[in-house]
């Protein structure tokens, strides 16, 4: 199993662009669920977030984090202070609502859920009979 490619038998090799693709897909499937986790008990600077994100290997552009975060807020799950910065100009720290809070705790459901569902496949059912099946 090389990064970026996937080799299965006789399958043909997943080029670079289909594999990040995929995982595309899957991190922006969880973004909004790790920005909360990350503003649960703190208040935070959006470069404050996309360093946070960065260290869990989780690169994310300020473009993107941005549209995410006017759009979390607009949903009432964050909000936001203006804050004095000792270095230039006023700065703006997000943090969870109490609503947000609520979502965190479905998301955090939803999430075992789908983790256990996927860790049953990935542990319980990975015999050569069932991925033989899938393939046909």
């Known amino acids: 199993h090389r990064v970026g490619s996937v080799v299965c038998d006789n399958l043909p090799i997943m080029n670079e662009t289909t594999f990040n693709n995929i ?8 973004l909004e669920y790790c920005v909360l986790l990350f503003l ?33 807020r607009k949903e009432d799950k964050l909000s936001y202070q203006w804050e004095e910065s000792k270095k230039g ?34 542990l319980n059912d990975t015999s050569q009979d069932s991925f033989e099946l899938t393939k046909q």
């Not at 995982?23 to 969880?30: H, L, N």
């Not at 470069?47 to 946070?52: F, N």
């Not at 947000?100 to 705790?105: D, S």
């Open 23 to 30: 995982k595309a897909q899957m991190r922006k499937g969880m």
């Open 40 to 72: 649960a008990n703190r208040r935070a600077y959006p470069s404050d977030i996309i360093d946070a994100l960065s260290r869990a290997d989780l690169i994310v552009v300020e473009g993107t984090l941005y549209t995410l975060l006017n759009r979390m």
């Open 89 to 122: 100009p006023p700065r703006k720290y997000y943090f969870i609502t109490p609503y947000g809070r609520e979502v965190l705790l479905a998301m955090s459901a939803a999430w075992d859920e789908i983790s256990n569902t996927v860790s049953h496949f990935r």
